[in-house]
């Protein structure tokens, strides 16, 4: 990781609304450090995704953000996609979060587990509460995919992202975690 690596970013037009990602420039990678899950239009996604960043530009995508987009294009649509091997840049992280992030990346498409389960097998038990703060920093949801950690006894908990419980639960029944209702748009 190098920190003196320019920002860039962009935001992609897809079926769950824009979603914006920001990478680092470096040599023979672009690791993702941040994505933005849709909060209103584009220009608002922008805005949620830049305001935490120290300096960032619009730029055309480099092969590796390019394959990504592409990725979260297809889980979009419904299709079964894996980001376990997206390379994410955390910046300087506790060791906590990096292994909870990290136990949470090996999770496959539709896997779901709860707050107390995604501890232990960060190999930290009993930090449940721990697990919820992690997941509240998370910088790339759906690389990271927080949205698959439930509460206690199945139930959906909360989601920071914009749209709150609500975005988490249509990204569940998006990867057929959780049953889809019979009628209704899903992302409407």
Known sequence: MDASSPLFH?????????????WRAEANRA?????????GDAAETEKALTRRLASTRAAKLPPEIAKLAARIEAYAKGEQVD???VPVDFGPVEPLRRAIYAALRKLRHGETLTYGELAERAGFPGQAQAVGQAMGKNPVPLVVPCHRVLAAGGKIGGFSAPGGAATKEKMLRLEG?????????LFG
Do not use: C
């Open 10 to 22: 962009t935001v992609l037009d897809t079926v769950l609304g824009p979603i914006g990602l920001a």
């Open 83 to 85: 980001f376990s091997a």
């Open 31 to 39: 690791p993702v450090v941040r994505l933005q899950l849709p909060a």
């Open 177 to 185: 975690a959780i049953a889809t209702p019979a009628q209704g748009d």
